[in-house]
């Protein structure tokens, strides 16, 4: 990730409060997170003990709850 171009807010003690980043430099962190939040998510299921099963017979275990 290339280095952010933000801006402070800052009170009258010139404490910082707040960052005001590029919008388009916004959506790109969001984007990042999300990817971050996926490999999170791959990593924890990769990890666990659970049963491993076929993405379709999962859909149709499912469904038939579902009835």
Not at 51 to 64: D, H, L, R, S, T
Request: glycine share 2%; hydrophobic share 35%; no cysteine.
């Amino acid at each position: 990730m290339k280095a952010l171009k933000e801006k402070y807010l800052v009170d009258e003690n010139g404490n910082r409060i707040g960052v005001l980043l590029d919008f388009e430099e916004y959506k790109k962190l969001l984007e990042e997170l999300e990817e971050l939040a996926s490999l999170y998510a791959y990593d924890r299921a990769k990890s666990s003990k659970d049963e491993v099963i076929p993405f379709k017979k999962a859909i149709n275990e499912i469904e038939q709850e579902r009835e």
